[in-house]
């Protein structure tokens, strides 16, 4: 089975430019989430999809990072304009459904690098 | 927000030694989880931890749901150099509208053959 696919592995941009991250899920997996990883730390949700809807989205900071997921499947996050504090390892993760015990299957992450 | 508190921050160790990490809360749980992640991926679930009191083994992996459901530890046995990586906590409260994990900052092992 293959597992939670995302890119680009890596990018560099200058700040108050523009990034798009992609995500695809596991096959079937219904429930998929985007976090923020800065360096030292463990994991943050940012937002939370059934399918497409968004479940939590209370940790995004909606002035610049939007994120949709428009066909229930895939899925892109969005920083415009980018800031220095952006920088950090962005990982989308996906389990079969929200409620409950269910695994997240995690991504091998987004490097994001603000200059 | 809720915290998790993660310790130690890092451990250097000999093969074959034991290791323990644990990590506390200033709220409860009802579910306690362990990953580990290792460089360029993302983190993978080691052991899930459901009831307060609980104890679950995965082969070298021991880990315990504290009695008060604010903590949890994890127990590596027989430490070997493929153990190298950062371990995370994470809770989670699930029921309702949402089952969002909070981790902890993460214990870094490293391993000495």
């Known amino acids: 089975e293959a597992g939670v696919a995302q890119s680009p592995r890596y990018k560099i941009i200058e700040k108050r430019q523009s990034v798009a991250f992609w995500c695809n899920p596991i096959?079937?997996?219904?429930?998929l989430y985007w976090y923020q990883q800065i360096l030292g730390q463990g994991p943050k949700l940012l937002i939370q999809?059934?399918?497409?809807?968004?479940?939590?989205d209370s940790q995004l900071p909606k002035d610049r990072f939007s994120a949709e997921r428009l066909k229930g499947v895939d899925s892109t996050l969005k920083i415009q304009p980018a800031k220095l504090e952006d920088s950090a390892v962005y990982l989308c993760?996906?389990?079969?459904?929200?409620?409950?015990?269910?695994?997240?299957?995690f991504g091998p992450g987004t490097r994001l690098t603000v200059l | 927000g809720q915290q998790l508190n993660q310790s130690p921050q890092s451990m250097f160790i000999q093969e074959g030694e034991d290791v323990s990490m644990n990590c506390t809360s200033s709220?409860?749980?009802?579910?306690w989880l362990w990953y580990k992640q290792e460089p360029g991926e993302g983190p993978v679930l080691l052991i899930a931890?459901?009831?307060?009191?609980e104890l679950t083994s995965n082969g070298r992996l021991t880990a315990q749901f504290g009695i008060t459901r604010k903590d949890s530890f994890l127990n590596i046995s027989a430490s070997i150099p493929s153990d190298v990586g950062i371990y995370f906590c994470?809770?989670?409260?699930?029921?309702?509208?949402?089952?969002?994990?909070?981790f902890g900052k993460g214990t870094k092992l490293s391993v000495k053959p």
């Open positions: 709220s409860i749980f009802n579910t």
């Open positions: 999809f059934q399918n497409n809807g968004v479940v939590d």
């Open positions: 994470a809770g989670m409260n699930y029921g309702g509208s949402q089952g969002n994990l909070i």
């Open positions: 993760a996906s389990s079969t459904r929200w409620q409950g015990l269910n695994e997240q299957f």
């Open positions: 096959s079937g997996h219904a429930t």
């Open positions: 931890l459901y009831k307060a009191g």
